[in-house]
């Protein structure tokens, strides 16, 4: 594609990151920002038959200004989860927010991965805040006025959960720091290596960049090295001192390698027998 032709390209508010069994829901979502003059990508409507679609939502995801991540009853789909890590890349090189959105069939304890938990969420399950409100204001950082309300989707079978509860964050409990011995370690070492996004020197930056979001200050007193086993082990043992660091490190690399990869089961494993 020719430069003049990106120039024409236009600037999106925010791309819809789904999976393809919530389409109509999140369609639906994304007609009613178009109502309030936000500019959603939504695959469905801005890939163009003919053409290699994977660069095109590459260079969305550089581009757009936001980007929200629906979350429901069903597990992220197979492009959901390489979409939201390059989202997250995104996130931590921009700056650009990335917000969770529980839809209406999201369970009342919904399955986010850490690194999405503590940010804080849009639930459609909900009446109050306003959903469609709050994701306004989460894509242009400016606190919309009160006579925006979403119109909920009426061909909607799925029932809303009474919860009355005010919070949209969890908290999760905080385990006491976990000192391994060396042996262990080096065997953490190796397993972490296996995976893509540690063994890769950029993605390692983008997981250690999000496990800062969830601990503030982390990243910052990790002694980097140039050799990959001994830059790795640093990350250990600077997590060692911050409770609970190391198990969420860990969660962050299993949740990118995927649930299906030999990788993520070892390390599960070793997460298991080691109680991290």
């Not at 242009?140 to 909607?156: A, D, E, L, V």
């Not at 290596?193 to 063994?199: E, N, P």
Request: aromatic share 6%; with cysteine.
């Amino acid at each position: 594609m020719s430069d003049t032709a990106n120039d024409q390209q236009p600037s999106f508010d925010v791309f819809l990151c789904h999976n393809n069994k919530d389409k109509n829901e999140v369609k639906e979502i994304a007609k009613q920002l178009q109502d309030h003059h936000l500019q959603p990508w939504l695959d469905e409507w801005e890939l163009p038959p003919g053409q290699l679609w994977q660069p095109l939502v590459e260079e969305q995801i550089k581009t757009s200004r936001s980007a929200a991540v629906f979350v429901s009853k069903n597990d992220m789909g197979p492009w959901q989860r390489p979409e939201l890590y390059a989202l997250l890349d995104q996130f931590v090189q921009r700056g650009c927010p990335v917000i969770p959105v529980l839809l209406e069939s999201a369970p009342d304890k919904p399955n986010l991965p850490p690194f999405l938990a503590n940010m804080t969420w849009v639930d459609f399950r909900k009446q109050e805040p306003d959903p469609l409100r709050q994701l306004i204001w989460g894509i242009t950082g400016k606190k919309p006025n009160s006579n925006i309300k979403h119109q909920r989707i009426s061909t909607s079978n799925v029932p809303i959960s009474t919860s009355t509860s005010t919070s949209n964050v969890t908290v999760p409990n905080t385990p006491p720091a976990k000192t391994l011995p060396l042996s262990q370690k080096l065997a953490l070492v190796n397993l972490l290596l296996a995976c893509t996004c540690i063994s890769n020197k950029e993605s390692r930056e983008t997981v250690l960049s999000l496990l800062n979001q969830q601990f503030p200050g982390i990243a910052n007193r990790v002694p980097r090295r140039t050799d990959n086993q001994t830059d790795v082990m640093e990350i250990i043992n600077t997590c060692e001192k911050q409770p609970g660091s190391l198990q969420s490190f860990c969660e962050i690399v299993a949740y990118f390698e995927g649930d299906g990869s030999t990788n993520t089961q070892a390390l599960q494993t070793f997460m298991q027998q080691h109680n991290l």
